[in-house]
């Protein structure tokens, strides 16, 4: 990709409390993000309303979100961390995409599927068009890439088509108003206002399943907290966790091709593997022909070793609330700056006069 400057943009909701899927999946992966591209880290309240939300947990859970970007390395002075709410024109870029995507693209998005559940016409229409808010949160910076978990492939790849036709519909005019940017398509070189963002997916932690079946994902919304280590548990909590993590009865295979078919093995391994910053493959020539009665505390120690610092700094964090919402602050002055531009163009490229 060409003439689009560099620029990494990434989102949390901020509904009930942070897992350990959430770190690894993506805040541990925003922090290492910041060593190569200017950042913007968002808590995502406005899609968090999709669903029924009590205001004043809602607040709280804003002001904790931000508190564990922050408690685990993300710097909010080199790089933006603020709440999307304060930033109108993604509410804005949000509307004009509802206009851009297609019905039937949405219908094929299984996460509107999955949060339904059956009664979908009882769904909010925002749930509905909440990959369209998503698309607009990355566009209205122009970001180019997108740390998140494996969960999100499917909004992401919706970003891209959206980016995609507004560039079509739109190409005369882009080029008309010298808008655009250089961009490679395929074989092609267009002229391109929203640049086509990369999914930064991967790793052994891209989805962290449930500790009581591996074939779930890890979720704040599971109804059992065993499934889940919460950023804020504490250290007998986690070890708890891990120690009744369901398993199976084999010992540990000597490569990864041996997890195939062992998906409670499988997570494990691969979540020892992000908190220790290695591979699978390093963790199994360690622990290879071990048992789980072995393998389990060497996991929850290395586990309460990485988690409790971050919890203990959230804690430090959160008891100071005027400390954060200036932090939000600071950063929404500073993103909106960005956005206020982007949208500006928009508004030009479209045909909206003000
Ligand atoms: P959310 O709040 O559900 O999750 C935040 C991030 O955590 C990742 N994640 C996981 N990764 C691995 N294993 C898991 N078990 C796991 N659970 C959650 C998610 O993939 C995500 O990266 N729609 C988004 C928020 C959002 C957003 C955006 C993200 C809104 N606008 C723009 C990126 C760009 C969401 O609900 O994430």
């Not at 299984?110 to 009664?119: E, H, L, P, R, S």
């Not at 997916?201 to 962290?208: F, M």
């Not at 398993?247 to 691969?270: F, H, I, Q, Y």
Request: aromatic share 6%; hydrophobic share 45%; net charge negative.
């Amino acid at each position: 990709m060409t003439g689009f400057h560099q620029r990494v943009f990434s989102g949390v909701q901020p509904t009930g409390n942070l897992t350990l899927g959430n770190y690894l999946g993506a805040i541990k992966r925003f922090v290492a993000m910041q060593a190569e591209m200017d950042c913007i880290y968002c808590v995502v309240d406005l899609h968090a309303i999709t669903l029924p939300q009590d205001p004043a947990d809602l607040i709280a859970s804003t002001r904790a979100v931000t508190a564990a970007f922050l408690a685990s390395g993300i710097d909010p002075k080199a790089h933006i961390v603020f709440n999307q709410s304060r930033v109108p024109q993604h509410a804005e870029l949000g509307w004009v995409f509802n206009c851009i995507a297609r019905l039937g693209w949405l219908n094929r998005m299984t996460q509107f599927k999955d949060k339904a559940g059956k009664n979908a016409e009882a769904a909010s229409v925002g749930l509905y068009a909440y990959p369209n808010l998503m698309a607009a949160d990355m566009m209205v910076y122009r970001a180019t890439h997108v740390p998140v978990g494996e969960d999100q492939k499917q909004h992401i790849e919706l970003t891209r088509d959206i980016a995609q036709k507004f560039n079509n519909d739109y190409s005369t005019r882009i080029a008309a108003l010298g808008l655009g940017h250089e961009m490679r398509v395929g074989d092609e070189t267009v002229n391109a206002f929203f640049p086509l963002i990369e999914p930064v997916i991967g790793g052994p932690a891209a989805r962290v399943m449930s500790l009581r079946d591996g074939t779930k994902k890890m979720s704040k919304s599971d109804p059992s907290d065993m499934s889940r280590i919460n950023l804020t548990d504490d250290a007998d909590t986690i070890a708890k966790k891990v120690r009744k993590a369901v398993s199976d009865p084999l010992p540990l295979p000597e490569t990864v091709d041996g997890l195939k078919d062992r998906p409670e093995a499988d997570n494990l391994v691969g979540i020892y593997a992000a908190l220790a910053d290695v591979t699978k493959d390093a963790v199994l020539a360690e622990f290879g022909g071990a048992q789980f009665s072995a393998f389990k505390p060497a996991l929850a120690d290395l586990a309460v070793q990485k988690i409790e610092p971050i919890s203990a700094e959230m804690r430090r964090i959160t008891a100071d609330p005027a400390y954060v919402d200036g932090v939000l602050k600071d950063g929404g002055e500073r993103a909106g700056a960005i956005a206020e531009e982007t949208m500006k163009a928009v508004k030009q490229i479209v045909g909206l006069l003000g």
